[in-house]
């Protein structure tokens, strides 16, 4: 157990529909960063947050937003769902905006739209 | 534009031997580099890393090289052992802000036994 928990690990639905993943980062880290791995593609960086803040934004679609509440976890919300939003969405947290230590990694939640 | 590349999709090496992941990056302003390791149904774990300002970092069986001039950096993994079978990112910081990780694609490495 990393530590980084997300929900829920898999999800189905269908296009056009929306969905809303949760990460609760380890404890005491104030960052989190959200990845998309695509099949047999390396990890997108989406977005990033610290201590309740949007921090840095990579290739997020408009379709999608994220926001970290006051507790420190974070969702991100797919909207009007795409088969190429299939994917598995990575969050992940660490102490400070820097990443001298590396980032701790959730397990992922796998989502597939039909 | 991908800004850190791993060129090879996969590595087969036999166990006891030496296994070599490579990644290239184009971003001269990356000035921290890391390893991550995958295996399937989980999240990639952080290996190793290495600042600019050096050019190797030893951990262990594992050694990451640093080639600034080149922009490369390599893994090596000896003796490798079936349980390193996993695939493999690289990442890089730098050069923007809140300090996010820019990955490459990964290396699927297998050890035979």
């Known amino acids: 157990d990393s530590g980084v928990t997300q929900t829920p690990k898999h999800l189905i639905t269908a296009t056009g529909q929306r969905v809303t993943l949760r990460c609760s980062p380890r404890?005491?880290?104030?960052?989190v960063y959200w990845y998309q791995q695509s099949l047999d593609q390396g990890l997108q960086f989406l977005i990033q947050?610290?201590?309740?803040?949007?921090?840095a934004k990579g290739n997020i679609l408009e379709r999608f937003s994220a926001q970290q509440f006051p507790d420190l976890h974070s969702e991100l919300n797919l909207s009007s769902l795409e088969l190429g939003d299939s994917a598995l969405y990575f969050c992940?947290?660490?102490?400070?905006?820097?990443?001298?230590?590396?980032?701790?990694f959730g397990s992922g939640t796998r989502l597939t739209v039909v | 534009d991908q800004q850190v590349k791993q060129n090879s999709p996969s590595l087969s090496v036999q166990e006891g031997r030496i296994s070599i992941l490579n990644c290239d990056y184009t971003?001269?302003?990356?000035?921290?580099f890391l390893w991550y390791k995958k295996y399937p149904a989980e999240g990639p774990t952080f290996l190793i890393s290495?600042?600019?300002?050096?050019d190797k970092n030893e951990d262990g069986r594992f050694t990451v090289f640093l080639n600034k001039s080149a922009k490369h950096l390599s893994l090596h993994i000896v003796p490798s052992q079936p349980g390193d079978s996993a695939v493999y990112f690289c990442?890089?910081?730098?050069?923007?802000?809140?300090?996010?990780?820019?990955f490459g694609g990964g290396t699927r490495l297998m050890v035979k036994p």
């Open positions: 971003n001269s302003m990356f000035d921290y």
């Open positions: 990442a890089a910081e730098g050069g923007n802000a809140g300090n996010m990780l820019t």
């Open positions: 404890s005491g880290d104030l960052s």
């Open positions: 290495i600042s600019s300002i050096k």
């Open positions: 947050y610290y201590n309740g803040e949007e921090r």
């Open positions: 992940a947290s660490s102490a400070s905006p820097g990443t001298v230590y590396g980032y701790t």
